[in-house]
């Protein structure tokens, strides 16, 4: 089992930015399909972002995408997930994992095991 640490979190403004990191300690990030995962208040788990081990493509829900990026620096061990432009629709706590079948499929086959994630809040 993997265990992922997001940090990053925290109340932020509409129309403001935020990034988001995750990391891990006993494993390269750099091997694995790395996603960001959310969840709101009274709704399931949904994927955000995901970025592929083998050629670094980026994935993103249509909710998201022009506004979110994915990226990753092998060298820190860390993917990072840049959030701009963000709105009420986007408070949730967010999570980071490997989805089980890539980032093809991260939107719909996901991690049956979530970390304790990172609060992001927007409001005024």
């Known amino acids: 089992q993997f265990n992922f640490v997001e940090s990053g979190g925290g109340l932020v403004q509409p129309g403001g930015s935020l990034r988001l990191s995750c990391t891990a300690s006993?494993?390269?990030?750099?091997?694995?399909?790395i996603g960001w995962f959310r969840q709101a208040p009274g709704k399931e788990h949904e994927g955000v972002a995901c970025i592929a081990s083998s050629d670094g493509k980026t994935y993103y829900t249509d909710s998201v995408r022009g506004r979110f990026t994915i990226s990753r620096d092998n060298s820190k061990n860390t993917v990072y997930l840049q959030m701009d432009t963000v709105t009420a629709e986007d408070t949730a706590v967010y999570y980071c994992?490997?989805?089980?079948?890539?980032?093809?499929?991260?939107?719909?086959?996901?991690?049956?095991?979530w970390g304790q994630g990172t609060q992001v809040t927007v409001s005024t």
């Open positions: 006993e494993f390269s990030l750099g091997d694995w399909p």
């Open positions: 994992a490997a989805p089980p079948f890539g980032c093809s499929s991260f939107a719909t086959d996901m991690s049956d095991s």
